[in-house]
């Protein structure tokens, strides 16, 4: 223990001559009571008597009054749930508890589910048929990608806090704002309900091609492409009406059977996977009949032969054959070969088509041309198909990454398992659709997996006869599946219009906004079928698919703009927990979705990109004038004009909050600046990219020294210059200092762009300037305070780096009262600048008599992981609260030199003299010892009185005195002053007010130096200013900051505004 806080026996003698009653290290003095007491003191005495706090900590008092301690604060937040309430709806019933998921339940499987949809049973075949394995397989990797950039940008966003229930919604407007959020918001509505629109058709087609044709009810669809979309349009409506009844009546039973279709689709891919490799060498259940090199359909096998009377009847109707048939032969083909066959490189090229060319071997002209523009039971391209359109169509197999987001509500861990549950999804899916281009392309006939419908086998699926041990496996998990996934959508869609309607940035959703009395969303469920109708009238997955691909790309697109934008501005908020992202990755992921969009199909995107725009200026400019300048000046200056009306609206957000530093810098009588380094440490702090002001005042007549100030400000400004601080400076002239820095921290700024956070020097002359030292200080702490602004003091500005320097160690926060958290977000702000870049953050907090330290320590750990901030935490417990001899020396000591002060009464020139006398005199009667010596970084020299006085007076005084020329005075002391100094011993009682805030300062400073004393930087709580505006409590105040950071060589004094700046929320 430091030797200052021993207590020898001629200490004890004296703490015992202040109180009989009480040992030398007694309880607090809650019974002292002085006949000379006057009014202010009877009424500091029953203010301390009324006051319930920590002895340790009653420094604080008036701050606490105001400001929760840190043990109430965090007790308060530890048990919060990750969910935003919604809003409230006077007929809806109280929700049940959710459960907390898992990676695995709650983000892994959702995604799985979502992912593998109807296009990898009903499509995948095709693609690769029709692309060739090369195309084919890029085509899926460039999808994969696409969800994988984005899917890590989504990673970033989602861990930037706490991420409610609405997924991408929600995300992209808490990033890039309402605008932005609205439009997004129903461009993935829209996407999710065509989704469903899919599902349905799928399910049909599913249905009514492979397992029950005979239910057609428009006739023969293989013959008539028409009569097969009419009838997936009836039996889609019927099924969407169906469906809706369910969503609608119980979503209970959507939610259970979500699993069954989740296990239909794993045993579904499992099955094929076996089948593949249980079909190595091929089977001979499938075979397909082939006249020359083209495709036929409806050929039973037994008839597949040139000479047969049915094939005849087909090519040679009127005796006179078809030129192609005479010329070619009519061959049975093996449609599933197996791996090791060959087959794959006859499957490696494309061979895209135009619309009502022959599915052929080869790209001879011959052979997939229709010359005469009959068929003859020839399979023929219903579409014309391009690498890019073959994009547009499997693109939807891919989407589906957003549903563990959509149940961030739902997780134990959302910032951990949203992440590592959509990534390992996609790395999952996106293996199984690689693998299976190339399984495909190495198993299946090149005819065959061109045969989109299985003409070809008789109207068989191709997935389902690779399948083991039959093709039901797959037709019916397949169906289940494409049956759950449009449930889904069906269930979720509702509740994202709803979400978006509640939040009223589009007016005309607001009917949307009402719930039933069963809290289901019914009248956004009524318009989600009515728009999945539309979609079910198009009647083909195929123009389904590149639709909706679009909305789901534009989605897309803007969560990686969200994330590159939110990346490249650096806002102290932006702290993802996900540390594996980039804003090029991001920027990477965007193009791709917009060059994805445009090759699969402009006018669809063009659409959605109208659609977008459309609702973007609607949320914007609703209600709002346009008002354009004239030429590109005019159009800069209306934009700044109205960005800055914009701000005036209101205080931002908490998410926005940044530090725009107001700096104060005291100049010399040179006019330069006397602290340079205050000038590095604002630069280190502008990770915030905040607005940055310097100012100076200067005191005299402003008509009188007008070139001085203009001189002043152009030093200023070459300050900040050499210092790289971009921002703006400027110098006040005024009569009185400090009414100059009042009017300066009143009225600097404009409008949104006013300063928050003041930046002020510690005076380290306090003591032999006076009071008109700490006067000014005190009244600008005073003023900040008044203005709702954060105040930073560093002291020992001298050794804090140089911004071109990096170091290492630690930063320490003590925290002892609650601010807003901005002791958490400074220290983030300096990490984010490369001279603390290599620093860790230590963060102490003090814990009272009453508070479970360890659960304390448990909460604070939650606390900061939830603010995304890597921290050690320690949460130090000073039990003894009893208040030692050296406290009541040291504040009597203090009293002893306000009083002398008082008085003697001396006139201005005496001030100077004897001030100096009784400082050393105090010093040395403390006998402080202090490892760290704070000199005035304006002084180069300090004049040496002698050389014991000045060891024991500098090594506590953080002090570079301006005077340093003044007289030797510290020799030998004045008769007077002598003499007034032995009546103070002999009658002056130490006020409890002082000794209370006393034992504060020298038990905290103790606990920080033992601590603290190593750390590059130590960050605390300022305490407040007193309340009374007078000399005595001021100087007090001044001594409690001096002994509360004795020892410390660099320490950063921190007064929050009175508002939130940090939150836990993205």
């Known amino acids: 223990m430091p030797d200052r806080f021993q207590v020898t026996k001629a200490d004890e003698d004296t703490a015992l001559d202040y109180n009989q009653d009480e040992s030398a290290s007694g309880k607090l003095l809650g019974d002292i009571h002085d006949e000379t007491l006057d009014s202010g003191d009877i009424h500091r005495a029953e203010e301390n008597q009324k006051s319930n706090i920590d002895p340790n900590l009653y420094l604080y008092d008036d701050d606490l009054e105001t400001r929760p301690h840190i043990s109430t604060f965090i007790s308060s937040i530890a048990n919060y749930e990750n969910t935003i309430p919604a809003a409230t709806d006077p007929d809806a019933k109280p929700a049940a508890p959710s459960a907390r998921m898992g990676t695995l339940i709650g983000v892994f499987l959702p995604c799985i589910q979502n992912i593998f949809g109807v296009i990898l049973f009903i499509r995948l075949t095709w693609v690769v048929g029709t692309a060739g394995a090369v195309c084919g397989f890029l085509i899926v990797l460039t999808c994969c990608c696409v969800t994988m950039l984005t899917a890590i940008s989504m990673s970033a966003i989602a861990t930037n806090g706490v991420v409610p229930a609405g997924g991408s919604y929600f995300m992209i407007s808490r990033s890039l704002g309402p605008e932005f959020g609205g439009a997004v918001g129903m461009l993935f509505y829209t996407g999710t309900t065509l989704a469903a629109a899919m599902y349905i058709v799928g399910a049909v087609e599913i249905v009514l091609t492979y397992m029950a044709p005979w239910a057609s009810i428009f006739g023969d669809f293989t013959k008539d492409v028409d009569a097969m979309y009419n009838n997936f349009r009836v039996y889609g409506t019927l099924l969407l009406i169906f469906m809706g009844l369910i969503v609608f009546l119980g979503v209970k039973f959507v939610n259970k059977f979500a699993t069954v279709a989740l296990a239909c689709v794993i045993l579904s891919i499992i099955a094929v996977y076996v089948g593949i490799f249980d079909n190595i060498h091929g089977n001979e259940k499938l075979y397909m009949c082939v006249l020359g090199k083209r495709l036929l359909k409806d050929i039973p096998l037994d008839n597949c032969t040139k000479e047969d009377p049915f094939i005849r009847d087909i090519y040679c109707p009127d005796g006179k054959c078809e030129e192609y048939f005479l010329a070619n032969n009519v061959t049975k083909v093996k449609g599933i070969k197996g791996l090791a066959s060959g087959v794959f490189y006859d499957n490696i090229f494309p061979s895209f088509l135009d619309k009502g060319q022959f599915i052929a071997y080869g790209k001879n002209a011959i052979d997939i041309e229709n010359t005469d523009g009959q068929s003859y039971n020839q399979i023929m391209a219903d579409i014309t198909t391009s690498f890019t359109l073959l994009i547009g169509i499997f693109f939807p197999s891919v989407t589906g990454i957003m549903a563990g987001s959509n149940r961030s509500g739902d997780l134990a861990d959302a910032q951990k398992s949203i992440p590592i549950g959509t990534i390992c999804a996609i790395l999952t899916t996106s293996t199984v659709y690689l693998s299976s281009v190339m399984f495909f392309a190495g198993t299946v006939d090149n005819l065959l997996l061109r045969d989109k419908f299985g003409q070809s ?207 104060l810098s005291k100049l010399n009588d040179n006019l330069l600046p006397k602290y340079r380094k205050i000038f590095s440490f604002a630069t280190q702090l502008k990770a915030g990219k905040g607005l940055t002001i310097c100012v100076s005042v200067i005191k005299g007549d402003h008509t009188k020294i007008t070139n001085k100030a203009v001189d002043a400000k152009s030093t200023l400004r070459k300050y900040m210059t050499d210092e790289k601080v971009k921002g703006f400076c400027d110098v006040l002239v005024s009569q009185q200092i400090g009414e100059g820095l009042s009017s300066v921290i009143q009225t600097i700024g404009l409008g949104g762009m006013k300063p928050n956070t003041v ?308």
Not at 477 to 485: E, Y
Not at 506 to 522: D, H, V
Not at 781 to 810: D, Q, W
């Open 457 to 663: 086998i008789g109207g068989k699926l191709v997935v389902a006869n690779i399948a083991w041990p039959n093709q039901w496996v797959i037709l019916i998990g397949s169906f289940l599946s494409t049956l759950g996934a449009g449930l889904q959508s069906l269930t979720g869609a509702p509740r994202l219009l709803q979400a978006i309607a509640r939040d009223e940035i589009i007016p005309f959703l607001a009917p949307f906004a009402k719930s039933s009395k069963r809290g289901e969303p019914t009248r956004a469920l009524l318009l989600t079928i009515v728009i999945c109708q539309c979609g079910i009238l198009l009647g083909n997955v195929d123009l389904l698919a590149p639709l909706l691909s679009m909305f789901f790309l534009m989605c897309y697109g803007f969560v990686n703009l969200a994330c590159a934008v939110q990346t490249l501005l650096r806002t102290p908020n932006w702290r993802p927990r996900f540390k594996f992202y980039h804003w090029s990755l991001s920027l990477i992921g965007l193009t791709l979705c917009i060059s994805v969009m445009i090759m699969t199909s402009w006018y669809f995107a063009l659409i959605a990109m109208g659609m977008a725009i459309i609702i973007y200026k609607y949320i914007e400019y609703r209600g709002a004038e346009k008002e354009w300048g004239d030429g590109i000046r005019g159009m800069a200056l209306t934009a700044a004009r109205y960005s800055l009306l914009r701000l005036e609206e209101g205080p931002p957000h908490t998410k926005n909050w940044r530090p725009q530093i107001l700096v």
């Open 759 to 1066: 930046i002020i020097g510690w005076p380290y002359s306090w003591r032999q300037e006076g009071r008109n030292s700490w006067k000014t200080f005190i009244q600008t702490v005073r003023t900040v305070s008044a203005c709702h602004m954060a105040l930073m003091v560093p002291k020992g500005i001298n050794f804090y780096p140089e911004s071109n320097h990096k170091i290492g160690g630690n930063i320490d926060i003590w925290w002892i009262v609650h601010d807003g958290g901005l002791l958490m977000l400074l220290p983030f702000l300096l990490k984010q600048h490369r001279t603390w870049r290599n620093c860790k953050l230590r963060i102490f907090t003090v814990a009272q008599i009453e508070d479970n330290s360890i659960q304390m320590k448990k909460d604070l750990k939650t606390f900061l992981y939830h603010l995304r901030i890597e921290a050690d935490v320690e949460v130090v417990e000073m039990n003894n609260s009893d208040i030692s001899a050296y406290t009541y020396e040291r504040t009597l000591m203090m009293e002893q030199r306000n009083q002398m002060l008082r008085a003697l009464g001396l006139n201005k020139k005496e001030n100077s003299k004897v001030v100096q006398t009784i400082v050393d005199h105090h010093y040395d009667a403390t006998k402080t010892a202090s490892k760290v010596r704070f000199a005035d970084p304006t002084i180069e020299e300090i004049q040496h009185h002698d050389s014991q006085n000045d060891e024991k007076r500098n090594s506590i005084d953080l002090d570079g005195p301006e005077n340093a020329d003044a007289p030797e005075t510290t020799s030998s002391k004045d008769e007077s002053t002598e003499k007034a100094d032995g009546d103070f011993k002999s009658s002056v009682k130490p006020d409890e007010f002082n000794v209370r805030r006393m034992h504060t300062a020298i038990k905290l400073n103790e606990v920080i130096v033992e601590k603290s004393q190593d750390a590059q930087l130590v960050i605390m709580n300022l305490p407040g200013p007193p309340r009374e505006v007078r000399a005595e409590r001021e100087s007090n105040y001044m001594e409690f900051l001096e002994v509360l950071t004795e020892g410390l060589e660099k320490v950063l004094m921190v007064r929050g505004g009175g508002r939130e700046v940090i939150t836990i929320y993205s």
